[in-house]
């Protein structure tokens, strides 16, 4: 009987334990800059050994396809084979200065980390990065501060001119409509390239000319650029 009795007890433990390692969750994403958009964001619960990015290492091809042009099918798909819980664009679109944009999980167990993407516009190869947080495991609100990145696979030129295509140097739009033309170029070569800090936008003062297309009374931005709020239930 004590032999049967313990059986259960130890069974009734895993059961519990694995259901206690799932996590239902919010996410919310809002976007802290004066005037640049976010390209539709990814957020990912996934395990501790998976990395959308890391600093200091390269740019995988698909994240300089989210880091140039906005296109996360490719992240989408690395998240689905490693059986990752993804919330995929939930602001429909592109996310404002100031806007914030809600999704929510029912994690698996093994998806212990969150992660959230999106190109920052307009920036040749900038995006916001939460890499691989902890989700905790007690009920409650965890607000996380979220700075801008450097891909490191293109040279910040700051001109807008349709690019985003990979080694396509260039901007693909400024969707707020601030930006100048007839930039000469901050810049053609990138020393660093691997996934480093944004040093943020030059920008000048200049629409018709000057060194950037981008305004820096509009598009500049000192870290952090974005907010994440997490809440599990």
């Known amino acids: 009987m004590k032999t049967s009795l313990h059986g259960l007890v130890v069974a009734m433990g895993l059961v519990l334990s694995t259901s206690a390692m799932a996590a239902d969750i919010s996410v919310t994403v ?17 395990p501790a050994a998976t990395h959308l990015f890391q600093t200091g290492s390269a740019a995988s091809v698909n994240l300089q396809a989210m880091a140039e042009g906005g296109d996360i099918a490719g992240l989408v798909a690395d998240m689905a084979a490693g059986s990752a819980d993804v919330i995929e664009n939930p602001a429909m679109g592109l996310l404002a200065p100031a806007a914030s944009s809600s999704g929510t999980l029912m994690t698996a167990a093994a998806n212990t980390h969150l992660s959230v993407v999106a190109m920052i516009l307009p920036t040749n190869d900038g995006f916001i990065g939460l890499n691989g947080i902890e989700i905790p495991t007690t009920a409650g609100t965890y607000v996380y501060y979220v700075n801008g990145y450097d891909a490191g696979t293109e040279a910040n030129d700051e001109l807008v001119n349709g690019g985003g295509a990979p080694n396509v140097l260039g901007i693909p739009a400024d969707p707020g409509g601030a930006n100048g033309s007839g930039g000469t170029g901050v810049t053609t070569t990138e020393s660093n390239r691997t996934v480093h800090i944004h040093r943020g936008v030059l920008g000048d003062f200049d629409p018709a000319g000057g060194v950037s297309d981008l305004d820096s009374s509009v ?14 239930n």
């Open 30 to 46: 809002e976007n802290l800059s004066h005037g640049n958009h976010f390209t539709p964001l990814l957020i990912a619960a996934h």
């Open 219 to 232: 598009h500049r931005w000192l870290n952090p650029i974005a907010k994440v709020t997490l809440t599990v």
